[in-house]
């Protein structure tokens, strides 16, 4: 049995660099194949044993809303039609969990988002997961079960870690500590968030997915405005390794940051090839275009 049952969702960010896709549509929704990328971020979490679901969303999010609520009007006209496929597809989206929503007043960063968890989190661990970000795992256990389970060897907070080029690390939060096991576990001793590629103790960056004891709440609510002129969530972070031990884990799998145009368009290509009906098709297009170049 995990303890953790509850995840926060930040999901309240502009989507700057999908404009324009994402002037009236939050970035969230938009589809990778036939599915929002917020619906494979729950997915994951539910997959993971997460049972309480926390979204932080903002202004033009309301699509979020609707999306994992019932729709009983398209119901009824999926029913009356005999679309049952359909149907059942979009029956089981309002049944991923309870998912309750939070409004962020002022996009103040990451770091002030999750403050907006505090109260629905009490004093429990919990999971935030970003909500532009997939994450697909080699093995097949989401990534967040993976992080639960360091969690419950270790009792501390621990973080998914992704390798990354080392002139890429000034857009990521940056991570310095030591491997301790060969299944990819670090003891962390540093955080530091978007450094100059000359100041990053190591190019393994923050992927998206964490696990927190509730301290952190305590050190949200004092860390200055950070990189960017935001709260930073990595701020908080090296706060709590004061206190606390940290694990960093190197997940084995890849990540996926949808918010992005290439990696938007690159993840949808690579979803529709996994996807069977599209296989084939998609393969011989993309082999006939590639041959064109
Ligand atoms: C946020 C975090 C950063 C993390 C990144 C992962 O940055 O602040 O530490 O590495 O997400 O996508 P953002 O992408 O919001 O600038």
Redesign the pocket.
């Known amino acids: 049995m995990s303890t953790i049952k509850k995840a926060i969702i930040p999901a309240a960010?502009f989507g700057t660099r999908l404009l324009p896709a994402t002037k009236s549509q939050p970035k969230e929704m938009i589809p990778i194949v036939d599915k929002p990328v917020i619906q494979y971020v729950i997915e994951e979490a539910v997959e993971s044993g997460i049972t309480d679901i926390l979204m932080i969303i903002g202004k033009g999010k309301r699509a979020i809303e609707e999306h994992f609520d019932r729709n009983f009007e398209l119901e009824y006209n999926l029913q009356q039609k005999g679309k049952i496929e359909e149907l059942k597809v979009i029956q089981e989206i309002s049944q991923l969990g309870n998912i309750h929503f939070v409004w962020q007043k002022e996009l103040n960063g990451?770091g002030d988002a999750i403050r907006y968890g505090r109260f629905h989190v009490g004093n429990e661990p919990f999971a935030v997961m970003?909500g532009d970000?997939i994450l697909e795992s080699e093995d097949g256990t989401p990534i967040t079960r993976q992080l639960m389970d360091h969690y419950e060897k270790y009792q501390s907070s621990v973080v998914a870690l992704e390798e990354v080029p080392q002139e890429l690390v000034s857009?990521?939060?940056v991570m310095g500590g030591r491997q301790i096991s060969d299944n990819g576990l670090y003891k962390v001793d540093q955080w530091i968030?978007?450094p100059h590629p000359s100041d990053a103790p190591s190019n393994l960056?923050?992927?998206?997915r964490y696990i927190f004891n509730p301290e952190i709440f305590n050190l949200l609510e004092i860390i200055p405005t950070g990189v960017?002129n935001e709260i930073?969530?990595?701020d908080a972070m090296r706060l709590l390794l004061k206190d606390q031990d940290m694990y960093g884990y190197h997940f084995k799998g890849q990540r996926f940051?949808v918010?992005n145009k290439l990696d938007f368009i690159k993840t949808n290509l690579l979803f529709g090839l996994k996807r069977p009906e599209y296989q084939s098709d998609l393969q011989a297009w993309i082999r006939e275009l590639a041959e064109s170049l």
């Open positions: 960010g990451l970003l970000t857009r990521y939060g968030e978007k960056v923050i992927a998206g960017n930073q969530l990595t940051d918010g």
